[in-house]
């Protein structure tokens, strides 16, 4: 979990995962969205997806990215947990 709460920390991290939501894209794509390099937007992807938050698929020569569904429910149902939701 410690990962994915530093993956959060980083205001451009939680942008790509808002832009995500919005459909797959390469990082080309995303990168179009920021004004910082494309290093910096790599960087960003490679510290989402070591928290697992975003999946990375090879579809031709471009890497799409996507959210993952299954970290999200699981932060989902965790916070859930730590409000008292779970009986």
Do not use: P, W
Request: proline share 0%.
């Amino acid at each position: 979990m410690d990962a994915v709460f530093k993956a959060l920390s980083d205001k451009n991290r939680r942008k790509i995962l808002q832009i995500l939501r919005e459909k797959d894209m390469n990082a080309g794509e995303i990168c179009k969205r920021f004004k910082i390099s494309g290093a910096s937007v790599s960087h960003h992807l490679d510290v989402l997806k070591g928290a697992r938050l975003v999946v990375a698929e090879r579809k031709g020569r471009f890497i799409n990215y996507s959210l993952s569904t299954s970290v999200t429910e699981d932060l989902l149902s965790m916070f859930m947990d730590a409000i008292g939701g779970k009986k």
